[in-house]
């Protein structure tokens, strides 16, 4: 059932079950994908294996797991992306001008 219709936005197609929870479980590990995705197979004896087969088998688990999938990637992506921070004036008139700056006790 593979369909030769490209899907540009969708960030999930070409990416097989395996490489998510794969990458799930390098990013949060077995403990802690257990607590963010309450299913059996990550809380007890869990392995990559027992998981496809449940995933597999049940579509709202599937779904939570890509769901988690998307926020981890997305999450990877800000803590890439840094903010740009302009430089902070320090002159005496700029804090003076500061309003948070001006009651301060020194």
Same mark, same amino acid.
């Given at each position: 059932? #593979?369909?030769?219709?490209?899907?540009? +936005?969708?960030?999930?197609?070409?990416?097989t079950?395996?490489?998510?929870?794969?990458?799930?479980?390098?990013v949060?590990?077995?403990?802690?994908?257990?607590?963010?995705?309450?299913?059996?197979?990550?809380?007890?004896?869990?392995?990559? #294996?027992?998981?496809? +087969?449940?995933?597999? =088998? #049940?579509?709202?688990?599937?779904? +939570?797991?890509?769901?988690?999938?998307?926020?981890?990637?997305?999450? =990877?992506?800000? +803590?890439?992306?840094?903010?740009?921070?302009?430089? #902070?004036?320090?002159?005496?008139?700029?804090?003076?001008?500061?309003?948070?700056?001006?009651?301060? =006790?020194?």
């Amino acid at each position: 059932m #593979t369909s030769d219709v490209p899907q540009p +936005k969708n960030p999930l197609h070409g990416v097989t079950l395996s490489a998510i929870v794969e990458h799930l479980v390098d990013v949060y590990g077995w403990e802690d994908l257990g607590q963010r995705v309450a299913i059996r197979c990550f809380q007890v004896d869990p392995s990559v #294996t027992s998981s496809l +087969k449940f995933l597999r =088998k #049940t579509p709202w688990a599937r779904e +939570k797991v890509e769901s988690l999938y998307l926020y981890s990637l997305r999450r =990877k992506h800000k +803590k890439r992306v840094a903010p740009i921070i302009e430089d #902070t004036v320090t002159d005496a008139a700029a804090e003076s001008d500061n309003v948070w700056l001006r009651d301060r =006790k020194p």
